[in-house]
């Protein structure tokens, strides 16, 4: 994955949500898009929205080694990183309507909790055998109430999730050259 993989991750789970809520019956009137902060206002209607709102270093594999391409290519390392994102929900007619959407938004969530293979967007380059983790993350109220406080509006209808482990560009990792010799010198001891 190149350095666009926190956008790959974010447009792979909007392709997700787009994708499987036409197959479960369409988008009733609602459009799924990645959203930035600045997006946020309370003018806007009928959307599902995937809004970044912070990155972190994954702390459980911060580098991670990545396998040779060929046999005596040198080894590889990447940063790893959880993305955190708000999945926001506007509705125009009814606080039903946003529910019912917010619902089958999560069960999809749920249902691929792993993107792998065909699942991440085809308009991005993966390294081989990489699968993202989507999970609901938990976030206490004012936590979340500060997070909405930088946004136009009132808080709108929203879950986060947390996706782990995105990739850096992966680098060689340069390893120290072996010890061959080693010189001890010694002083010897001043009486006293």
């Known amino acids: 994955m190149g350095p666009v993989s926190i956008a790959g991750a974010t447009d792979s789970l909007v392709q997700l949500l787009r994708t499987r809520l036409l197959e479960g019956g369409g988008l009733d009137g609602f459009d799924v898009q990645a959203m930035m902060a600045r997006d946020v206002r309370p003018t806007l209607q009928d959307r599902v929205g995937i809004m970044l709102y912070r990155v972190g270093v994954d702390r459980t594999r911060r580098h991670l080694e990545l396998p040779r ?14 993305l955190h994102y708000l999945l926001i929900v506007w509705g125009r007619t009814s606080a039903e309507g946003e529910q019912v959407m917010l619902g089958r938004c999560m069960a999809i969530l749920d249902r ?14 993966w390294e081989p055998g990489l699968a993202l983790q989507v999970s609901p993350e938990p976030l206490e109220n004012e936590d979340f109430l500060r997070l909405w406080d930088g946004f136009e509006g009132p808080p709108l209808l929203s879950m986060p999730y947390l996706v782990r482990t995105v990739r850096l560009t992966p680098v060689e990792r340069t390893d120290a050259p072996m010890v061959e010799t080693r010189t001890l010198i010694g002083v010897p001891a001043v009486p006293e």
């Open 69 to 82: 391409p060929a046999p005596t290519s040198p080894s590889r390392i990447a940063l790893g990183l959880e």
């Open 112 to 125: 691929f909790a792993v993107l792998a293979g065909p699942l991440l967007s085809p308009a991005y380059t």
